[in-house]
């Protein structure tokens, strides 16, 4: 798997094992239960990617919407502009170019298409029903996710989700690919079942 393919990995992976688990919960029925509540979700993120030989972790900074039943937009805002994009079964992946945005294609886009048909399965709440991950519910307001091929293991180590102490509120999400190399997701101004006009998953400016 390639290095882009594995970033397309983690991103649309936290957006799904993060927001699922709105609502703090101790244990599966009750994750699901609070991930069926959720229609529709609002939030900024900053992403930190820590590498040993880094000094400071290097940070992206962006948006994403969420709206049953499929529909995802996934937006890097800086310091490089990218958009994943789900609509109507359709999975799309944006760069910027130098005068605008230009749509991938490719064997890239199949491993777009790939992630994104799980993300129903973890928006559902159903960790314990992942065909790829074996998950494990903590009692410190952990998550702790492994995936149960050695291919993937390759890729992500685990996945930890981290719950707040406050309903709703999720703290971080990190992804650890193995010798010292992690990424971390912080989530802000989240909002819950507002409703999202169609086009914010179907136009790219």
């Known amino acids: 798997m390639s290095k882009r393919a594995s970033q397309l990995f983690t991103s649309i992976l936290l957006v799904s094992t993060a927001f699922l688990c709105i609502g703090w919960a101790d244990s599966w029925e009750s994750i699901r239960k609070a991930g069926e509540k959720v ?42 502009r ?35 048909r799980e993300i129903p399965l973890w928006l559902g709440g ?5 065909p790829h991950f074996n998950a ?3 009692n410190d307001r952990r998550v702790e996710m492994r995936p149960k091929e050695a291919a993937m293991g390759r890729i992500i180590e685990r996945v930890e989700v981290i719950l707040s102490p406050i309903p709703g509120v999720i703290e971080s999400v990190t992804v650890h690919e193995g010798q010292g190399v992690f990424t971390r997701f912080g989530f802000t101004n989240v909002q819950l079942n507002d409703p999202i006009d169609k086009s914010i998953f179907q136009a790219v400016e």
């Not at 159903?126 to 992942?130: G, I, P, V």
């Open 126 to 130: 159903r960790f314990d029903e992942n």
């Open 136 to 138: 494990q519910l903590r």
């Open 82 to 116: 990218s958009i994943l994009l789900r609509h109507d079964g359709v999975g799309k992946r944006f760069v910027q170019g130098r005068e605008k945005m230009i749509e991938e294609s490719g064997r890239q886009l199949e491993m777009v298409q790939f992630m994104l």
């Open 39 to 80: 229609t529709s979700i609002r939030a900024d993120f900053t992403q930190e990617k820590h590498m040993p030989i880094l000094q400071k972790p290097l940070v992206s900074k962006g948006v994403l919407y969420y709206q049953l039943p499929d529909s995802l937009r996934w937006e890097y805002k800086a310091p490089v």
